[in-house]
């Protein structure tokens, strides 16, 4: 797995939830949204993102366990106006946005797309997705996306007079797995390359394992995600997409 994607991915979804906990907090203390209303998805986001925060090595700035907690923060006195309420959240949360965003580009392998169009805008859709999830449904969905970018790599780089297929079967046109499976037997061969063709088969077992599960939360649709760049990166490299 490339620390690109992996970083990027991961960044992305966190800041998309760090945001909408932002707008939510400013919306109750200024008039908006009420507390009664808003208190559960606020709670249940803010475990979703100590969660996701954890993972990275990261605490939550945030000290508040729910909305209440908030309103007795911006009502004692210390913050009078919904500016200065605005201003306290965006001091609360600026310093992790800025680690967050630093992080991301200082891990960065790969900036530039593979070269691939296809490809290149189901990776870009997979991020969009992953940072907009909310729901069973739609990180199923990033599932979806990701099981037809592993069918797009393996057409693109597949051919079944160099690759044969490792079982012997006739191969559909959407068995990525058999596909690329043949691919890195190939492309990858010799005991000088096994750990290369170890790692590259292990990614893509595992995002073939996780695009097929049927119920998803965030870290599925996240492992999903992730382990499908790396199985592109790696191909790309190995192709010599990349040089």
């Not at 993972?55 to 909305?67: K, S, Y």
């Not at 990776?123 to 069973?136: G, M, S």
């Not at 079982?167 to 096994?194: C, P």
Request: one cysteine or more; proline letters at 4%; hydrophobic letters at 35%.
């Amino acid at each position: 797995m490339t620390p690109t994607q992996s970083t990027d991915n991961n960044s992305q979804a966190i800041l998309a939830e760090i945001e909408s906990q932002r707008v939510l907090m400013i919306s109750v203390a200024t008039g908006g949204q009420r507390i009664q209303n808003a208190d559960r998805e606020y709670k249940e986001r803010r475990e979703n993102i100590k969660d996701m925060l954890r993972a990275r090595g990261f605490e939550d700035p945030n000290p508040f366990a729910d909305l209440w907690a908030w309103y007795g923060k911006w009502s004692s006195g210390d913050l009078p106006s919904h500016q200065s309420r605005r201003e306290f959240i965006s001091n609360l949360y600026g310093p992790l946005i800025e680690q967050l965003t630093d992080s991301s580009r200082s891990n960065r392998v790969f900036e530039e797309p593979t070269g691939w169009p296809k490809i290149d805008r189901t990776v870009t859709e997979i991020r969009q997705r992953l940072a907009a999830a909310k729901t069973e449904e739609q990180f199923q969905a990033v599932g979806l996306l990701c099981r037809e970018a592993l069918i797009t790599l393996a057409q693109t780089v597949f051919n079944p007079t160099k690759h044969p297929i490792l079982d012997g079967v006739t191969v559909s046109g959407t068995d990525a797995k058999r596909m690329l499976d043949a691919y890195l037997a190939v492309e990858l061969s010799g005991g000088e390359n096994k750990v290369a063709r170890q790692h590259a088969k292990a990614a893509l077992d595992l995002a073939n394992e996780t695009q097929h599960k049927r119920t998803a939360g965030f870290r599925e649709a996240a492992i999903c995600a992730e382990s499908t760049a790396a199985v592109i990166n790696l191909i790309a490299i190995i192709s010599g997409q990349r040089d």
